[in-house]
């Protein structure tokens, strides 16, 4: 009983190759995996809107400046309502992370990742804040406006002076207290900025 299912399975395993193997190639010859007849080649200038990637060593930072001041006020009207007046206590209910705080926490029984303490280039908080802030209008503010909110949480983690003017070039200068807390991965596809 056994050989003839074992047998039967077979037969049927080697019928749906077959044909499988029959309608690949005759896919294959009609031109299959060339262009499919729909849409059409990207325009540059629309993935140019898109592509505002800001890498740690400061490539692709727009142009723009910001201040501490200014970034406390941008800060008030756009990002307390979330984050809290102290960026270290959320208002509950908004799913905001602290962004202050947690230096030294990492290691221990109740890690605080903040932008303070966890995230190891500035470049990652102009990026995020650039592309995800303020959460009801993402996108919505100006580049001289992120460049005042990152010297700004920067000014009050004490990760920055606050007297300083945060642009493309302070941006990439800035060292992160936790630059060095994250492992280089050794695969080469993931070095795609370089």
């Known amino acids: 009983m056994c050989t003839t299912i074992k047998t039967k399975f077979l037969g049927a395993a080697a019928v749906v190759a077959l044909v499988g193997g029959t309608s690949f190639s005759a896919l294959a010859g009609s031109g299959y995996g060339g262009p499919y007849g729909f849409g059409s080649p990207a325009d540059p200038a629309a993935v140019a809107i898109i592509d505002i990637d800001v890498v ?9 400046e910001g201040t501490y ?3 406390k006020m941008v800060y008030a009207e756009q990002c307390s309502a979330c984050h809290g007046d102290d960026m270290a206590s959320p208002v509950k209910g908004t799913g905001a992370a602290p962004l202050r705080g947690g230096r030294g926490t990492l290691a221990s029984e ?10 190891p280039y500035a470049s990652t908080l ?10 009801n209008a ?7 406006d992120v460049y005042a909110v990152v010297a700004y949480v920067l000014g009050e983690g004490e990760v ?3 007297g300083m003017t945060m642009n493309a070039d302070a941006l990439a200068a800035v060292e992160m207290p936790n630059r060095d807390g994250f492992v280089p991965d050794p695969r080469p596809d993931v070095h795609n900025y370089e």
């Open 126 to 135: 102009y990026d995020y804040v650039r592309r995800a802030m303020p959460f």
């Open 138 to 144: 993402p996108g919505s503010l100006s580049n001289d």
């Open 56 to 64: 740690p060593d400061g490539r692709g930072a727009p142009p723009g």
């Open 110 to 119: 109740g890690p605080k990742k903040t932008v303070e303490s966890y995230w």
């Open 160 to 162: 920055v002076d606050k």
């Open 69 to 71: 001041e200014q970034g």
